[in-house]
């Protein structure tokens, strides 16, 4: 069961299989992985966020291409 009270099922044959996963930050104090995949049921990407340190945090979205196209360029925006 997940942390928190809530629990996330995803049934066979949902189009969630093989995840493509990423460590962004992967050192021994400190990890973040992110992970995404394409549901093509709906035509959007889930995105999940995974903070590992002291405490455990997920954070998940579902996004549309443009939508995920905003996001990677707020990410990458110089200051």
Do not use: C
């Amino acid at each position: 069961m997940a942390k928190h009270g809530s629990m996330i099922t995803y049934a066979p044959g949902s189009g969630l299989h093989g995840w493509e996963e990423d460590y962004v930050i992967n050192n021994k104090d400190y990890r973040l992985k992110v992970t995404k995949k394409w549901v093509p049921s709906v035509d959007v990407w889930h995105v999940k966020f995974h903070s590992q340190s002291i405490f455990d945090r997920q954070f998940e979205i579902f996004v549309t291409n443009d939508e995920l196209e905003a996001l990677i360029n707020v990410l990458n925006a110089s200051k």
